[in-house]
């Protein structure tokens, strides 16, 4: 007899003495475990319901704050006052070089908006409402916000660009509600640029169930790890902007049960995560080097490419019957009339750059120089400055619209109803006139638009942070401690193995000279030697 | 012939690890610039920790020897007889003309050797010592007003610009000191027995 099924014997057997069945009722099969409520038992959420704001005022009744809660974060404000830059960012007011901007396209880009109906400048941020509580907490996978339905969910069975979008059961979904999972955060922040893997690179479907060398914590047989695992939620407001990251040392570790929303990797590996071995070198570096830069060899490593160029210049092709053009090249599109020519890339290996997690951003009215590529954001921190540390970026190429008298960026207006949208008329002129107008007229913006317009190469900046690969596969010292490795450009450090002082061939000179010499000294002997042998004989 | 002992065994020990040490502190030192990739960069640079070490311990162990022998007058540099030696390794030795030197234990190095020897324990191993003790340990002081002052930079040139230094004498030393005994290899033979033949 095994010890194993020795124990088990032993266990049947003091079974009854340990748990009095009658004391502890059993649950019923279905009840979880890791909620007091149940909300199908709920009244309010019996239904039907019509609309999405009808749903969120059921919510409402119970949950009184969450509405105001959701109301202060940039889920919802789509606003960053930059503290450290004096910037205002956030979706309304920065622009990108994928879809540009937001402004006059609200209907398309509020469909990833935590609310319902944002579909022109005059949509009211305080109604209660309007914020939409499923989206993140669906636990159903039948809740889905309709492309250009401001927010919405498609009330009927409707097509768009070749896809059916199922009318979900609200009130199903009401009944079926739960905490945030990668399903929900990934319907936005998988999808991001227009579609799946397009903008960061880091984050696309394939983090749904990640094999390990993917991404090792979120890896389902492994420590299966969601989104909020480490974007905590506290009062609906988590961390993790990339407008300003705090990924840094002094973050401080997360403690179970305290108010603790940080991050960053430090939050629950420390400081000096690294084994000393004979030296402590990797947690030496920890303290100007991110964790990404190591752990995160590559990005796009899920198997689906990432866009790396977005050429707006070359878009407006249309056919006979005014569609517009797509090309394909091995499954993925590399031209479409609506958006212009893509570049895609897998297994993207990032590129490197000095960062105090700060990010500047080029505005509509920054002053740009046309004649380089534009950084439409940059990562601010010098080398060596207290807090910089080397961080891993995905660069974006695009090519936008610029206004050529004004020297600045521009933002046109691409989806909407009217003709002035890029995506109905294909007149930039129409299309630029209109997105800044509305710009001004929200707020956005007060730079004004010429009439001129061009198209200027820019450059953009998604640092990264996900898909953090297995200890065995983090980067090795001579990725960067060679004289051709990854940091073979990052200025101001000096990285033994890379960098070399410029006279140093005199150095090999002087060995070579020696060597040279010594050679031919001894070569001189040996002949003399044999020469006086053959003349003794 | 009769056999003189020169080199005691604590001297043999010593230059024979330090041949051991140096040659693989040159070889992982190399691996860690860039200059050959015949060995990972994590295993070269534990290794060449690991020896720069035992080296300083071993160095501080023969400092300690020499003090209390005496010893360290064998490397005091002179110029008496110095212009005699290099016009025989310049001239004579081609021409089998007489050493004008005699090695004893009282003087175990020629005028040449001495200055050589000298140069390289007063100027160059301390050179690599000191640079490489502050490649170690930069983390500590990067951030005090030392890190202000002394660029890394500038600390890794010295340590390379003394590695190049240690190449040169390193050539040197090993061609004259194991090809122009008599026989050829008389020098590298006492080295490992201790002891030399002399020439009556």
Redesign the interface.
């Known amino acids: 007899m095994s010890i194993r099924s020795g124990l088990l014997i032993l266990s049947l057997v003091l079974l009854p003495l340990q748990i009095p069945a009658d004391e502890i009722p059993a649950l019923p099969a279905e009840t979880s475990l890791s909620s007091t409520a149940d909300h199908r038992k709920f009244e309010q959420l019996a239904g039907p319901f019509h609309s999405g704001p009808e749903v969120t005022r059921a919510c409402l009744e119970c949950h009184t704050e969450a509405a105001l809660q959701v109301h202060r974060s940039i889920h919802w404000t789509w606003r960053f006052e930059q503290p450290e830059t004096g910037q205002t960012l956030g979706k309304r007011f920065a622009l990108n070089n994928l879809c540009q901007g937001i402004a006059g396209s609200y209907e398309r880009c509020s469909s990833c908006h935590v609310g319902y109906g944002w579909e022109d400048e005059h949509f009211d941020f305080t109604a209660e409402d309007r914020v939409d509580c499923l989206v993140c907490h669906d636990t159903t996978g039948t809740y889905v916000k309709f492309p250009t339905g401001a927010g919405h969910p498609p009330y009927e069975d409707t097509p768009f660009r070749g896809r059916l979008f199922k009318a979900p059961d609200l009130a199903h979904v009401a009944r079926h509600v739960g905490r945030s999972s990668r399903e929900t955060c990934g319907t936005c922040h998988f999808e991001g640029g227009g579609g799946d893997a397009v903008k960061h690179g880091d984050l696309d479907s394939s983090l749904l169930a990640p094999p390990r060398h993917v991404d090792v914590h979120m890896d389902p047989d492994g420590l299966n790890f969601s989104c909020a695992t480490c974007h905590e939620f506290t009062g609906h407001i988590q961390q993790g902007s990339r407008y300003q990251l705090k990924a840094a040392p002094e973050a401080g570790v997360a403690v179970p049960g305290r108010e603790s929303d940080r991050p960053a990797c430090q939050s629950c590996h420390g400081a000096a995560p690294h084994d000393t071995?004979?030296?402590?070198?990797l947690n030496?570096h920890a303290?100007f080097i991110a964790c990404q830069t190591c752990h995160v060899p590559a990005i796009a490593r899920g198997g689906l490419p990432t866009k790396t160029l977005w050429d707006w210049s070359v878009a407006g092709r249309r056919d006979e019957q005014g569609r517009p053009v797509v090309e394909m090249e091995d499954g993925l599109v590399v031209y479409d009339g609506m958006k212009g020519a893509f570049q895609w890339e897998e297994n993207l290996v990032p590129e490197y750059r000095w960062f105090d997690g700060n990010m500047h951003y080029t505005l509509l009215g920054d002053p740009i120089d046309p004649s380089a590529p534009v950084p439409v954001n940059r990562p601010l921190g010098e080398p060596g400055q207290p807090g910089a540390r080397i961080w891993p970026f995905k660069i974006m190429a695009g090519r936008q619209p610029y206004d050529t008298h004004y020297n600045t960026l521009l933002v046109a207006h691409l989806f909407g109803r009217d003709e002035n949208a890029f995506w109905r008329g294909y007149d930039w002129d129409a299309a630029l006139a209109s997105g800044m107008a509305t710009a001004r007229r929200t707020g956005q913006t007060e730079a004004g638009f010429s009439g001129e317009y061009g198209f200027v190469d820019t450059r953009m900046y998604w640092p990264v942070n996900h898909m953090v690969a297995p200890r065995e596969d983090a980067l090795?010292?001579?990725s960067c401690?060679?004289?051709d490795g990854r940091l073979a450009d990052l200025p101001g450090?000096?990285i033994?193995?890379?960098?070399?002082?410029p006279w140093?061939p005199f150095?090999?000179l002087?060995?070579w000279l020696?060597?040279l010499s010594?050679v031919a000294?001894?070569l001189?002997?040996y002949l003399?030697h044999r020469r006086?042998m053959r003349g003794a004989a | 012939m009769s056999k003189v002992r020169i080199f005691t065994l604590f001297e043999r020990f010593w230059h024979w690890a330090q041949t051991i040490l140096i040659f693989g502190l040159l070889f992982t030192g190399l691996a860690?610039?860039?200059s050959h990739?015949l060995m990972?960069?994590?295993t070269a640079?534990?290794v060449h920790?690991?020896m720069a070490l035992s080296l300083i311990g071993l160095w501080a162990f023969a400092i300690f020897w020499h003090v209390v022998t005496g010893e360290w007058r064998q490397y005091v540099p002179t110029h008496r007889g110095l212009p005699a030696v290099m016009l025989y390794?310049a001239y004579g030795?081609?021409?089998?003309e007489a050493k004008p030197f005699v090695t004893s234990p009282s003087s175990k190095h020629n005028p040449l050797q001495r200055l050589a020897y000298f140069g390289f324990k007063a100027a160059i191993a301390p050179a690599l010592w000191v640079s490489g003790l502050l490649?170690?340990t930069?983390?500590a002081w990067k951030g005090t007003f030392m890190g202000d002052l002394l660029?890394?930079?500038w600390v890794?040139?010295a340590h390379?610009?003394a590695?190049?230094a240690l190449?040169?004498f390193l050539?040197?030393h090993i061609?004259m000191a194991s090809?122009t005994g008599h026989p050829w290899y008389a020098y590298l033979k006492s080295m490992v027995t201790g002891y030399q033949e002399e020439r009556k």
């Open positions: 071995v004979i030296h402590n070198k030496q303290e090795s010292c001579e401690h060679s004289v450090v000096y033994p193995g890379r960098d070399r002082h140093e150095g090999w002087a060995v020696t060597l010594v000294h001894g001189g002997r003399i006086r | 860690l610039h860039g990739g990972a960069y994590d640079l534990k920790i690991v390794y030795i081609f021409s089998g490649l170690l930069y983390a660029p890394l930079a890794a040139y390379v610009a590695t190049f190449m040169v050539i040197g061609y090809t």
